[in-house]
């Protein structure tokens, strides 16, 4: 079950955190793994940790955010099966401390990057009889979380473009899902904490990590199976539905 030989993956932002999960596991299930990432040698070492196993992968340094560069890496690619739009940043700020500029910045990675990457693959899966994408939205597009006034609406928009392509490319055998995890353990999250709370590392850990109602933080890996699975064949009744991975938090933490 969940076979990904002879599939072409597209994965953005795979140089680390549930990029990388996703990456190494989808290689490992059989598939010829892109990764799209602007840190190149994050991408690299990815590369080299496929290889080592026997998996076929390739990086491709490019910034999501820039259209002609997208559609240069796409068009160098040639067929693709599968796109997973995981490439991301995040912000910390309520809507009177998120500047034009804050604003500006997350739109044009996660937003704007989303849409290039999706306006690449699209005609190419049309062309070959269809293809499987997932964009990685987050519990922000669905609860109101504190201070992330500007990645929440990044992630609001994921998720209505989720349901547009799914809906508007049905006919051409696209399918199209989105993942919404809560807190995720990263080296995002530990560099965060560590620029933050300097000193108060466990402390601020052990807090984040009990915001969830299950008690700890998700783990990338996690995260990758549930994207393995919504793109593989076994789910392939499955479109146009938002997938929360999030140890309880939308609909038990009250």
């Known amino acids: 079950m969940f076979s990904l030989v002879n599939k072409i993956a597209v994965i953005t932002g795979g140089g680390s955190g549930i990029g990388r999960a996703i990456a190494l596991l989808f290689a490992q299930q059989g598939a010829t793994v892109h990764i799209i990432e602007l840190n190149a040698d994050a991408a690299s070492g990815v590369v080299e940790e496929i290889s080592a196993t026997g998996g076929k992968a390739e990086a491709h340094a490019a910034n999501v955010a820039d259209q002609q560069a997208v559609l240069a890496v796409f068009d160098k690619i040639g067929k693709v099966d599968i796109l997973v739009n995981n490439a991301g940043i995040a912000h910390v700020g309520s809507l009177l401390n998120t500047s034009e500029a804050d604003l500006d910045r997350i739109y044009n990675v996660n937003v704007k990057g989303a849409y290039n990457c999706l306006f690449a693959a699209v005609p190419g899966m049309k062309l070959h009889g269809g293809g499987v994408i997932l964009n990685m939205a987050s519990i922000a597009a669905q609860v109101g979380i504190t201070d992330r006034f500007a990645y929440s609406m990044s992630k609001g928009a994921i998720f209505a473009m989720t349901l547009s392509v799914a809906r508007d490319y049905m006919a051409d055998n696209i399918r199209c899902n989105s993942i919404s995890p809560a807190r995720v353990h990263t080296p995002f999250v530990d560099g965060f904490i560590a620029k933050n709370y300097p000193g108060r590392e466990d402390e601020i850990f052990e807090k984040l990590s009990k915001s969830q109602p299950i008690g700890r933080m998700g783990k990338p890996d996690e995260v990758a199976s549930l994207a ?19 140890g309880g938090f939308i609909t038990l933490n009250n």
């Open 228 to 246: 393995l699975y919504l793109c593989s064949d076994e789910a392939g009744f499955i479109t146009g539905t938002d997938y929360p991975i999030d």
